[in-house]
């Protein structure tokens, strides 16, 4: 299958303007031609992309897409009485097949938002591996010690769990520690042993919150999350740390030293009250900064242009210096940073690329004067936006429609059934 996108405006945050005219040819699952000049050839589909944007899926390295179903649970709580007195119990409800229909739900949410590869962390494998399998989605899915009665011991358990995520193209797997609160010493070192014979990266929310950095230090003789967790080495391999939201010098040097990626939340960090994450600092020592929407229970969308107004806007007002965190940085952390720390050849239109790429329709007056499109995308831009949404080479979604081998008023309709069910 060969497929022509002609007409383009094509991001590309490398070159000084970061967007230039040309055209894209996308051969099977690959990005093979990017140029200036339409590439003469049989073409199986041409797509005149009219002078819109073409640019790379965007790439949402912290979700826990079932949580679709809690959408709207308890808002204007805090994080404790939200997360122990109403998601827990609510998902404590869910059956394999729920959590199989909460994936599609966040899928289709995904897709009409742009976004094209998550990092997912959630119960339950067998059900979400088998829904993003069927959608053709790209991610990289956690397993890792649960809260729940689950009969076997840990290891068994993080064993069990890892084989039923087989990699391929579009699947990956990572280790996912929920949280230092959620899981006592023991089992985060038998994570550590795991992975490192394994060969398997590893994944945790971290300094989400004062409480949780308060209470690791008096329970662990003044150390802070990131100083408990690099004492039990966890960050000898590779690893991707959710929200970092309160951080002093000395942590922010020991993610830095052991090359530790940071997936910043927002909305779910303003929605939650937790605070605002110090992004500028982690740029100043040079942290892999990523994008993540985390569930939809706590933010309440899956909206990476939300998010990266939010990382832009708030970066700035946190240290009260406008000229922080450009437009162009945040496009960076929503796409190639996130491809990075995930460890996918996604993220960027150029050739060698798998095709995960998205037609952004900027012909509406909030695009106009049609300049500084880049501040556009990040400032003014919104996810309805995009019109169309392709991955390793496959349109899921266009123009409103889907094509991930399920009908959406299908997913609706059971999404509706399991949220009367559990909220009963
Ligand atoms: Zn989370």
Sequence with gaps: MKILFK??????????????????????D?????SQQIKEDNYDKVIDVNGNILMPGFVDTHCHSPMTILRGIKDDA????????????????????????????AVLEYLSAGITCIEEGYFDNEAIYRAL????????????PTTRDVGVDNLTYLKNESEIIKETDLIKKVCFVHSIY????????????FTAKNNIPRSIHLSETLKEVGDCTVKNNQKTPPMYLEDLGFFDRQTLCYHCVHMDKDDLQILSDYNV??????????????????IYAMQ??????????????????????????L????????IYDASVVSARDVLKMATINGAKALGFNVGEIKVGKKADIILVDINKPHYYPQTNLLSHLVYAGKSSDVYLTMVNGKILYENGEFFIGEDKETIYKKVNEIRERITK
């Design 78 to 105: 805090p994080l404790d009485e939200w997360l122990f007195n109403n998601v827990i119990p609510c998902e404590n409800k869910l059956t394999s097949e729920d959590i199989y229909w909460g994936e599609k739900l």
């Design 311 to 318: 990382v832009a806007t708030l970066s700035k007002v946190n």
């Design 7 to 28: 007409n383009a405006k094509i991001l590309d945050l490398d070159s000084k303007e970061g967007i230039f005219k040309g055209n894209v040819v996308v051969e099977d």
């Design 182 to 193: 959620t899981t006592n010493e023991e089992q985060i070192s038998q994570c550590v042993d």
């Design 30 to 34: 690959t990005i093979i031609n990017v």
């Design 133 to 144: 399998k069927e959608c053709n989605f790209r991610a990289r899915i956690g397993f890792g």
């Design 284 to 309: 100043n020592k040079g942290i892999n900064i990523t994008i993540g929407t985390d569930g939809v229970a706590s933010n309440n969308s899956l909206d990476m242009f939300k998010e990266m107004f």
């Design 261 to 278: 990626s940071v997936s910043t939340c927002p909305s779910s960090n303003i929605k939650l009250a937790s605070g605002i994450a110090p």
